[in-house]
């Protein structure tokens, strides 16, 4: 990002910055140079000028601004976030140290219960219709002894499901205070940065554009070019080379003159003319 130039305030910061302009015109009979909010230019009005110069008056921050988006993607960067890594686990793909898959258990801990009470109910069904057959089939009790061994199993699986779910809640509960934290508060030094950046938005760029824009009298709120005493910001650009005039009664006296060459024609004659 160039210091020099108005920064690109990313979307997410722009409801922030949105923020900061209306606490600036909220709180503008505080400050005694805002005072005139209402008279020529009510709040919504200055709102618009601030909303359509909203480049020009970030970049009385912009080192600010620089140094606080680049400690938040610090903070987000995964080698760097250590909450995520406790809260959400390894990543998907990772392998325990036996080869075998992360959720290889959670798998089998959902399936075994359904494939378990899907015999089950396939074998009572079947035994219970064979023994009202008459005569009696001699498998029909095998089939009914079988098929609550599948009930069994299936009473035991959701047994096993419902305390993985309770030990992963008791684990995880460990971990819930930070993850509520990393979502709803800053790292102190992100939230320092952000301070920082908000107070200097606030004293070097939108007081200063409320203030030029009450005190020109030809200031047009629907106009995006800023109001004309605003010299917070350093210009940029290459001034012009400085001619001076030639200073007074120098003129007739500097111009030069020129003289026409003298010309002689040559002597042309008999011997006796020529020169000696």
């Known amino acids: 990002m160039h210091m020099n ?31 005139s909010v209402g008279k020529r230019l009510n709040a919504e009005q200055l709102r618009t000028m601030a909303l359509n110069a909203t480049a020009l008056i970030t970049s009385a921050a912009a080192a600010e601004y620089e140094y606080f988006v680049k400690v938040r993607e610090e903070q987000r960067s ?8 406790s809260v959400l686990g390894p990543a998907v793909g990772d392998e325990d140290e036996d080869g075998a898959g992360a959720g290889f258990g959670a798998v089998l801990t959902v399936l075994a219960p359904i494939l378990a009470g899907t015999a089950a109910v396939i074998f009572l069904l ?9 005569p009696e089939p001699a498998f029909a009790e095998t ?9 069994a199993l299936t009473a035991a699986g959701l047994l096993a499901a ?35 950046w908000r107070h200097a938005l606030l004293e070097r760029g939108v007081v200063p554009f409320l203030r030029a824009a009450l005190a020109d009298p030809s200031a047009d709120p629907a106009s995006s070019v800023p109001p004309r005493p605003v010299n917070r910001i350093p210009k940029i650009g290459y ?3 400085d001619f001076s005039s030639p200073s007074e ?6 111009r030069p003159t020129f003289t026409s060459p003298d010309f002689t024609s040559p002597d042309f004659g008999p011997p006796e003319h020529r020169p000696e």
């Open 5 to 35: 130039s108005a920064p690109h305030l990313l979307t997410e910061d722009r409801a922030e910055y949105e923020r900061i302009l209306d606490d600036a015109l909220r709180n503008a009979h505080d400050r005694p140079d805002l005072t």
């Open 78 to 85: 995964p080698s760097t976030s250590p909450v995520r890594n």
């Open 143 to 151: 089939l009914v002894t079988v098929g609550w061994f599948f009930g």
């Open 162 to 196: 419902a305390v993985g779910l309770l030990i992963a809640a008791l684990r995880n509960g460990a971990t819930q205070v930070p993850a509520e934290e990393a979502g709803g508060e800053l790292p102190d030094e992100v939230a320092r940065a952000k301070e920082a």
């Open 239 to 241: 001034s012009g080379p």
């Open 126 to 134: 079947v035994g219970y219709v064979m023994k009202a057959l008459s």
């Open 249 to 254: 009664g120098s003129s007739a006296t500097s």
